[in-house]
Each structure stands twice: as C-alpha cells, then as structure tokens.
C-alpha cells in the first residue's frame, strides 16, 4: 500500500507548501557549509511507524542528508528511546524537520493507539480495523499505521467492495423492493470476486439480508448483549462486524459477544500525535556549536 512513489508524492507536496521558496530563516541563520548531527527521540512510550516516510523528507529536502533508522516500524519503544539519527546538511536538516515530524509523530500515534484496542482485545477472535474517516490525501499512511500497531485494514476505498449502508438500502427500497430482493439484484449485479458487505441497525433485518448471500454483516450501534444474539442468529453463515459506540471503554465487552471484526474510526479521525523530537547534538562549520533543543 505504502510505495515509494506514494510517499515521495505526499511528502514533496508538504514540503512544497511548507517551504515554497526556501527556508528563510535557514539561509540567514545557517551557512552554507554548516553540518549537522541531530536524534530522533521519544518524549514519551509508544509503537514507531512511518520511518520510510521520516526518511523521506530529508532525502527530497536534500539527498546529502543520511538518515538511520534505530528501530523498525510496529516496534515499541519507551521514553527517551532514540528512534532515528539524521546526518548532513544543517540546513536541509532544519528545513525536513517539521515535515518529517509532522509525519512520523501522527503515524505513531495511530500505530500506539491501534495497539490500544488490539490489546484490550485479545484473547478473543475479533479483528481491530479501522474505517475510511482518515485525513484527505494520508489514507496510505494511516492505514499503514494502523497495521504497525497490530490492526488490521477495512476496504481502501469505495472501489474495493460492495457495501451497503443505511442509506443505500433506503434508495434500493424506495420502489417498492423488499431488502432480500434489493440486495439479491445487487448480489447478481457484480462479479463472484467481489465482496459485499450490508449494515443493518436492528436486530429483524439479519435473517432478510443473509437470505441475499452476504459476506459480511455489519451491526451498527448494537450493544454487547444485541451483538451476542446477532452472532447466535448469523450463525456463521457471514462474516460478522461490529460498529459504532467502539472506544476504549466498550472495546473489550464487543468483542466478548463473538464478533469477527470491530471497526474503529476513532484509530484516524481523532487521534493524538505522539510527541517526539528531533534534538540537534552536533552542529560542524560554524560557531554554532552544542546542543540545540526543537
């Protein structure tokens, strides 16, 4: 999902709106020949992801510039960790840095919140995925956080799958269908390969969309009792998700009630960046030299 292409696109443009004709402030301050050692480290615990996209904005600021990765993506790591060492131009290396903060600090905190929800989960058989509520234009990027935090990903896009929600079913009934056969003309309409999901939002419409051969039904806004039964009258006979009311309070008593899957929005609409920072420790070719704190 995360190619190199997909990368350098999003990152260029940040860089690109970020510094348009250059960093001002650099070129007065910084000389030209000045170099730069600086740490990537973490202010508080946490699960690294994004280290090819960190990476990236110092290659395309200035290719002079090296970095090293110290950790991998999906790893934890603790507070003080040293997660990545940047070398080369000072003025590049300023230039990159709140692009390539920006960046790694939000996929990290997607990765550590996922890993939030897959351990409140665990030992049971439900899936943590995440949704399509993701920033405009970051949804490679986010969802692969979503991954290194141990979750795992829904349909990438509204071309991925047949998914039917609400109002979906509200248009296909308006003339008159009733929802099995509504939906066994939608089940004769694509191809066997493609997958078909149906929401529903009471507990009368399971029996009438598996009577259409869904693959997946979703249940939304069921409380955990309601799931239960549903998963009892599904049976097995489509894949089960559960939406809605899913935060960390209320993670662990869904996936108690046998659901196969729990869809998060909550994983990339509202998540915190972690705090991380990028500490310059060695400044070459100039007077400048010591500690600098960013």
Known sequence: MLSTTAIETVVRAALDEDAPWGDLTSEVLIPADATATARLVAREHGVFSGGAVFESAFRLTDPAITVTLLTTDGAPFATGDVLAEVTGPARGILQAERIGLNFVQRMSGIA?????????????????????????????FERTAVRDGGGHNHRFSLSDAVMAKDNHLAVLQSGGLGLTEALLLVRDRISHTTHLEVEVDRIDQIEAVLAARVDTIMLDNFDPDRLAEGVRLVAGRAIVEASGGVNLDTVRAIALSGVDVISVGALTHSVRSLDLGLDVVVLAGTELDGAVRN
């Open 112 to 140: 550590t919140l996922t890993a939030r929800y897959v351990a409140e989960t665990a030992g049971t058989r439900a899936r943590i995925v995440d949704t399509r509520k993701t920033t405009p234009g970051l949804r490679a």
